[in-house]
T-cell receptor, first 114, second 116 residues
Framework: DADVTQTPRNRITKTGKRIMLECSQT?????MYWYRQDPGLGLRLIYY???????NKGEISDGYSVSRQAQAKFSLSLESAIPNQTALYFC?????????????FGPGTRLTVT | AQSVTQPDIHITVSEGASLELRCNYS??????LFWYVQSPGQGLQLLLK??????LVQGIKGFEAEFKRSQSSFNLRKPSVHWSDAAEYFC??????????????FGKGTHLIIQP
């Protein structure tokens, strides 16, 4: 089983709808992240969390909210989806073991807002 | 704020030829640097990472990267590419606050095409 899972893998929704993307991990890491990927722009950080009580905005948090329900779960919500939120969304986890950390990415959720 | 520049949007290399992908970063302190690869329709896989020590870092799949502080560069190299190396490659720099890892800043990526 994958260490970082994302559901759904693909979603098409309409403008104005509320949508939630979910991320679960079995790695036991305390840090979790949400990124979006747009063609030609690379990945950009939306939100990150160090634990269930610590949520931080990233570079592009406007229009998004998150919830850290447990150490293993980190959800991203679009309260009122708009077409320019069409993108590939990645969840990632990290654990600062040994003073060097790396991020482990989920398979991604492809979101289309029509 | 930190930033990463990957000057080459696309690179085409013949199978068996050598490869170098360029990455320049801007960061006020000692950087954590990473190279990730994304195959079509897939997530991101870590190729290698650098924090300190030996400036030549070995990674998976035969890749290596060299950190050059004076040039603010972290270029990725492979002596002989295989058709399976065709993918999107991302360079990233890690940012840190007193609480830990603030997330990665990615370059826009380099799309590698392998010619037979």
């Amino acid at each position: 089983d994958a260490d970082v899972t994302q559901t759904p893998r693909n979603r098409i929704t309409k403008t104005g709808k509320r949508i939630m993307l979910e991320c679960s991990q079995t790695k036991g890491h305390d840090r979790m992240y949400w990124y979006r990927q747009d063609p030609g722009l690379g990945l950009r950080l939306i939100y990150y969390s160090f634990d269930v009580k610590d949520i931080n905005k990233g570079e592009i948090s406007d229009g998004y909210s998150v919830s850290r329900q447990a150490q293993a779960k980190f959800s991203l919500s679009l309260e009122s989806a708009i077409p320019n939120q069409t993108a590939l969304y990645f969840c990632a986890t990290s654990d600062q073991a040994g003073g060097i950390y790396e991020q482990y990415f989920g398979p991604g959720t492809r979101l289309t807002v029509t | 704020a930190q930033s990463v520049t990957q000057p080459d949007i696309h690179i085409t290399v013949s199978e068996g030829a050598s490869l170098e992908l360029r990455c320049n970063y801007s960061y006020g302190a000692t950087p954590y640097l990473f190279w990730y690869v994304q195959s079509p329709g897939q997530g991101l896989q870590l190729l290698l990472k650098y924090f300190s020590g030996d400036t030549l870092v070995q990674g998976i799949k035969g890749f290596e990267a060299e950190f050059k502080r004076s040039q603010s560069s972290f270029n990725l190299r492979k002596p002989s590419v295989h058709w399976s190396d065709a993918a999107e490659y991302f360079c990233a720099v890690g940012a840190y606050s007193g609480g830990g890892a603030d997330g990665l800043t990615f370059g826009k990526g380099t799309h590698l095409i392998i010619q037979p």
